[in-house]
């Protein structure tokens, strides 16, 4: 599509949303941060070619956290806080000390229909006002009625397990078993082991007792809900709806299999939440949809075939959603020592491979590693190269030799980021004698990337250069190739995975041991820019930008047209962003970002840009 059609679109979107607005209340003023084409920007999201896409066109990357796994319990009532202050606090860390520009925001259906066919609006009224908070501060959310282990009231007082999901009625209902593991080492172990949990799971796919179609009701009911009681402008930052969190069948019939099960119930599903969601006014956000959480599976014995395969192009209207956990890091047993250059590239690959024969965007919406117990000495290592592998689908060894065979930068959004770290009062299974305050007081986990500290300030839990990463928001054309060397730290040991090769020397010099960061992408010639989010370790005054677009040392402010300059990310968080700015130069282009130089002189600014034209022209 010609730039300034897609320019001209976005803003004819954006007017005829605040005039119109479906009958949602008027739209918010700009938020603060905002330049000349943000509001256009935001005022759609969508999928075309493979691509997450803006109200102007740019591919979008979303990168952030699950707001939260509190959701999965009963301390605050089913809601990922205790208060829209509390959701305020953490919209504006998450964004600011986290680097997000995204959530997966997660319900609860126990909360949301405690009493069958009764919907309770009080309920979606908080889960309201606190997805509000994400939504002012700039970021972008899909909602996700999350469910593990299918119901908490599957579960005795004195279990060691419990889970979440399906409301008390639904268990009252179905007659099921008393709840056993056996020998279960990880709660994980329920989903295929624990007959309640699987028996309860088979009741929902078969819609026994019109489960499911209560379910789906639920879910119609909450989306009217969102998208009558936001603004237009807030309503067009909820990007899409997650309709279920890590589905299986609980037991499988005669003669079925993994893959038929998905294409015979799991597809079947979608299909009807993607009805509700048209009725509800969502005809025009996508279903976030995952396959059979065993699909990609890491250990053999545990992997089972599906993958949506038998879905058929399933985009615009779909997303490919998916999670990825290294169990055989988690099991302590089946890898050992620590993960390296390129442990991930060839799962994140089959999730990109897989979208694109589905013809859609991927996201990774849940990834992440135990920070405590005995496999968590592994996490720096294992966060790097899942970060490494949304980056890019080529080890850092062999990134520069070939950058072309990058690939799309992938969407995803860590597991997780709860506020109450370690600071809960949960009542497990409704037990008095059992009040769970440690980690995520959930399943004996601990994943959180944040905490409050005595003050009731968030922290990172994990190294910030790991978490707060450069990449590319939003890309004015297409992008080529991406990769990013944050220099995390393993304990006291910088972790170098993707150094500049020797053979660009002043690049190298460049660099130093700094982080950085490196773009290739066809522009589309259009005025609006392309955006990189910029770690708060990138200050203006630190930042370097080597490009064919112009070579600088601490950018300026954005004005119209400037090829390089920094302004801070709509929401007032205070978040940096890089602008690049090709107007009217449609083809391609380079941009090394780096903090490693701290007055770099003009002869090593051009020597540098030389050396990265020459290798680019060459890749």
């Not at 047993?333 to 991927?362: L, P």
């Not at 590319?472 to 993707?498: I, K, Q």
């Not at 203006?540 to 004005?559: K, Q």
Request: proline letters at 5%; charged letters at 20%.
């Amino acid at each position: 599509m010609p730039t300034m059609r897609v320019r001209l679109m976005g803003v004819l979107v954006l007017v005829a949303t605040s005039l119109i607005g479906s009958g949602t209340p008027s739209s918010a003023a700009p938020q603060a941060g905002s330049l000349w084409f943000d509001d256009a920007a935001a005022a759609s999201f969508t999928v075309r070619d493979g691509h997450f896409v803006d109200g102007l066109g740019r591919e979008v990357v979303l990168r952030g956290y699950n707001v939260s796994g509190e959701t999965k319990l009963e301390e605050n009532r089913g809601l990922p806080f205790a208060s829209v202050a509390d959701a305020e606090k953490s919209a504006a860390a998450l964004r600011a000390v986290g680097g997000g520009n995204s959530v997966r925001f997660l319900l609860s259906w126990a909360y949301a229909e405690p009493v069958r066919g009764r919907v309770d609006t009080a309920y979606l009224a908080a889960a309201t006002a606190q997805m509000r908070a994400f939504l002012r501060a700039g970021i972008r959310v899909y909602p996700d009625f999350h469910q593990d282990l299918f119901s908490r009231y599957l579960f005795n007082e004195g279990s060691w397990y419990t889970g979440d999901g399906a409301p008390k009625w639904v268990v009252d209902a179905g007659g099921y078993p008393a709840e056993f593991c056996g020998v279960c080492l990880f709660w994980g172990q329920n989903i295929t082991q624990n007959q309640a949990v699987t028996k309860a799971t088979y009741d929902f796919w078969h819609n026994r007792g019109g489960i499911q179609d209560a379910f789906l009701s639920t879910a119609q009911t909450t989306m009217e809900y969102l998208a009558g009681h936001l603004t237009t402008a807030e309503f067009a930052g909820v990007v899409g709806f997650d309709p279920y969190n890590e589905p299986h069948a609980g037991a499988y019939e005669s003669g079925q299999n993994s893959r038929s099960w998905e294409r015979e119930l799991l597809w079947p599903f979608y299909e009807r939440f993607r009805a509700r969601m048209d009725a509800a006014g969502w005809r025009d956000k996508p279903a976030f949809v995952e396959p059979n959480l065993f699909w990609n599976a890491n250990l053999d014995f545990q992997r089972q075939e599906g993958g949506l395969l038998d879905a058929g192009r399933i985009g615009p209207r779909y997303v490919f959603n998916t999670h990825f956990y290294d169990q055989k890091a988690i099991s302590g047993i089946f890898m050992w020592g620590k993960a390296k250059d390129g442990q991930y590239a060839g799962d994140f690959g089959t999730v990109r491979d897989r979208a694109a024969t589905a013809g859609t965007a991927a996201v990774v919406s849940e990834f992440g590693h135990p920070l405590s117990g005995s496999v968590s000495d592994k996490a720096p290592t294992v966060m790097k190269a899942m970060y490494q592998a949304l980056d890019s689908r080529l080890p850092g060894a062999a990134w520069w030799s070939r950058p072309r065979d990058s690939g799309p930068v992938l969407s995803g959004t860590q597991w997780q980021w709860d506020i109450y770290h370690g600071r809960h009062h949960e009542r497990m299974n409704g037990n008095p004698d059992k009040v769970l305050t440690a980690a995520d007081a959930w399943n004996d986990e601990d994943l959180s990337a944040v905490r409050t500290d005595d003050s009731g300030t968030p922290m990172l839990r994990q190294d910030g250069r790991l978490l707060d990463r450069l990449y590319p928001s939003a890309t004015a054309g297409r992008t080529v190739a991406f990769t990013y060397e944050d220099r995390s730290r393993d304990g006291s040991t910088t972790l170098t995975w993707n150094p500049v090769p020797p053979h660009l020397p002043r690049t190298r010099e460049l660099v130093g041991t700094g982080q950085y960061g490196l773009l290739l992408w066809h522009s589309d010639g259009s005025a609006a820019p392309t955006e990189l989010h910029l770690p708060a370790s990138f200050t203006p005054s630190r930042t370097t930008v080597v490009s064919d677009l112009g070579s600088v040392h601490s950018p300026g402010g954005y004005a119209d047209g400037a090829p390089i300059a920094v302004a801070t990310e709509p929401g007032g968080t205070g978040s940096q962003r890089l602008l690049l700015t090709a107007r009217g130069a449609e083809g391609p282009h380079f941009a090394l970002v780096t903090n490693g130089a701290t007055a770099p002189s003009g002869d090593l600014l051009r020597a540098a840009r030389d050396e990265l034209a020459a290798w680019s022209a060459e890749g």
